[in-house]
């Protein structure tokens, strides 16, 4: 099992520690970047002022997205299979061009 560390992490200028293990590390900053970047997006906007509603309407539109996608208005599986898909009629295509030369 991994040691649990603090680690720094900045989200809209401001620092922050949080704690967890080496596992989870490249996950949290995954996690900072997406929140950081939702609440640069809505301060830019101008239409919400103040630190603490700004991260409530990015906690509220990032819960959306999950509720959206757990109850059926994105099949990830689906994704997958169509890209699986597209990439094999590349291969394909790539190789009859391959035969011409």
């Known amino acids: 099992m991994s040691e649990v560390r603090a680690v720094d992490v900045n989200i809209m200028g401001r620092e922050f520690k949080v704690s967890c293990t080496d596992d989870e590390r490249e996950g ?31 906690a509220l539109n990032m819960a959306h997205e999950l509720l959206t996608t757990r109850s059926g208005g994105f099949d990830i599986g689906d994704l997958k299979r169509r890209m699986m898909s597209m990439q094999e009629q590349i291969d394909e295509a790539i190789a009859e061009q391959n035969k011409l030369f």
């Open 28 to 58: 949290l900053i995954s996690a900072v970047t997406y929140l950081d970047r939702k609440m640069r997006e809505i301060r830019d906007t101008g239409k919400v002022i103040g630190i603490e509603r700004i991260a409530v309407m990015a």
